[in-house]
């Protein structure tokens, strides 16, 4: 058909979480932050928004955005790399590193899009199941052209240990392990400081979730400045836009109030987690801004009788589960944590449900 | 090096045109549109910027803008595919049409990006020389996995007719012709109804340029839908923002302001080609917002000359020229059609420069 790739053709495509555009529903489906983003924010949004600015091209490296950042963080700015989202990042990444032919891996199960990425570049995939406890088997250990790393995991929310980064990091070198941050802005540490350690180790995150920002699509990556000159090459010359620069620097340095939110979702996050393990779901510990739910009873129908009453939470269904599950597939809730009032009425409606 | 991929460490990587930050400098270099974007744009923008819009993902395939944009043209919404500019879209194709190894194609001298996508996709490219006149040579013919065919061209601001663009389309089914009208809107026609009678035919179009929106990064390609839904696989889930978006949107709709800038631009650029011609420069009679200027002496001292006094054009230097030039490498000033006080002090200078 019209000369598409035959790997293209064979490939399902990633499905996004649902966006319904029925302000009624409560939305508890894709992460998003259910706080607004920093009033410096629109501030920021405003004082770009000049006749200048829009007609203008943005800056192709995002360098104010970059010093910012750089500051806030503790890095050269020239070990960031902007881009449109966290997506853009890994397509990126993956286009750097990985030939047609060549072997991704991840563990499972985890963000699906890893997959869909190998499959658009023609690339094998290797799907590694986490040990029962949501870490690394001791056996992983096949080098790839490129291996990502969710840390913390989606949908289980677990952190996997610094010791147990540094050596995966070690057995895929010189190849590049991705630790995908993008929720580490919840997570009790995070590990940019192995940065310095590690020489084969890039982190990406997001704006999508502790900032925010979903709707404006920023994320970057963190890598050795040898590195990012390399993925210079590859991404888009205007990545990102001049709004999101200017949105996303505003937020990054408003600390103040990306910790008051913080406080919030991980107030609300515990008591999510003692609520719904109540009502009978096995709830894995999260590190994230979503709990991991699993009924003693089918999945499905609870996400559809949830989604009837108006609450949109993220059915998640896996061919695989982690080692040591029963065969077949590995479904669950994955549940955004949002306002209190939210998970009033999600604990409420589940509440007469169950 | 750390695992990146040959073909990414041996490539230059592609230059985008110089963004000086200096306000005072008259920007000549990237063919940005030198009037505002429609007052609707702005207003569009402030009702977009909620907190729930920003907080939330965008439309994954941008339905509003589609069904909009979908009216104003004629077209079937389902065959448009939104983009982060109209790069973003050339990279969609490319990662969608072409196998590591394939073959891409271009008339030269042409758009540079296009050679820049090959190289990254590990891809061969055939630069193919335009006639002394711009049009394309009798014997084109070689089948590649993708063509890029720019309507009109840059940096010579020509068009290839219709006849030409069908014949071309033939040679190279089943793979796509991709028409690259990012300037279609400066030309005196374009191709659009092209697309009901060639079912490889790919046109892409960019908000950069006519729409003076080249800060907010959006563009569209029209295709079959059952292209654009295999197109769709490839492209990041939310590969748009919800700003972009709803500037897009409002500023297709406005025709009436948008037909008010491109006959201002139309009519700076008839002065200028005559203007420049006066002063020695042999100029390509142009269907976009810049002309193609080759004077009778060196080409880059006048562009360093003119960057001394604060007017970027863009140099541009290729390996090889249309058929029948000298041989060599041939070069040119690239001029963007600015306002009529730009041009004043560009001819200005020029005048005491040569």
Do not use: H
């Not at 928004?49 to 943005?58: A, D, F, H, M």
């Not at 096949?142 to 010791?163: E, H, I, K, W």
């Not at 065969?327 to 169950?354: H, P």
């Amino acid at each position: 058909m019209n000369g598409v790739r035959p790997n293209i053709l064979a490939m399902a495509g990633y499905t996004p979480g649902e966006q319904l555009n029925d302000p009624a529903i409560i939305k508890l489906n894709t992460n998003e932050n259910p706080y607004p983003p920093s009033p410096r924010v629109f501030e920021a949004i405003q004082t770009a928004l000049t006749s200048n600015s829009l007609r203008k091209y943005p800056q192709p490296l995002g360098d104010t955005f970059r010093k910012a950042a750089g500051k806030v963080l503790g890095v050269d700015p020239d070990s960031i790399l902007i881009g449109n989202g966290s997506d853009d990042l890994l397509t990126i990444l993956t286009r750097a590193f990985v030939p047609e032919g060549g072997l991704m891996a991840s563990p499972t199960p985890s963000y699906i899009l890893y997959r869909s990425l190998a499959e658009i570049q023609g690339a094998r995939f290797e799907a590694v199941p986490f040990t029962q406890d949501w870490n690394l088997p001791a056996d992983w250990g096949r080098p790839a052209n490129l291996t990502f790393l969710p840390n913390p995991n989606s949908p289980s929310g677990t952190l996997v240990l610094p010791a147990e980064i540094i050596r995966l990091a070690n057995v895929v070198a010189p190849s590049p392990l991705v630790l995908d941050e993008a929720y580490a802005d919840f997570a009790d540490w995070n590990r940019l400081e192995l940065l310095a350690e590690i020489s084969n180790l890039i982190i990406t995150r997001s704006f999508s979730k502790a900032y925010s920002l979903a709707g404006i699509r920023f994320g970057f990556a963190i890598a050795r400045p040898e590195i990012v000159s390399e993925l210079v090459k590859v991404k888009d010359s205007y990545n990102c836009d001049v709004l999101s620069l200017a949105a996303a620097t505003a937020a990054i340095v408003d600390r103040e109030y990306f910790l008051g939110v913080r406080t919030k979702i991980l107030a609300t996050r515990a008591r999510m987690a003692v609520e719904l393990t109540k009502l009978g779901f096995a709830v894995t510990p999260s590190q994230a801004n979503f709990l991991w739910c699993r009924p003693n009873r089918p999945a499905k129908p609870i996400y559809e009788e949830l989604k009837q009453r108006k609450i949109l939470v993220r059915y998640m269904n896996y061919p695989i589960g982690p080692t040591g599950m029963p065969e077949g597939r590995y479904d669950g809730l994955r549940i955004s944590v949002g306002t209190d009032a939210e998970i009033d009425r999600l604990l409420e409606e589940l509440g007469s449900i169950l």
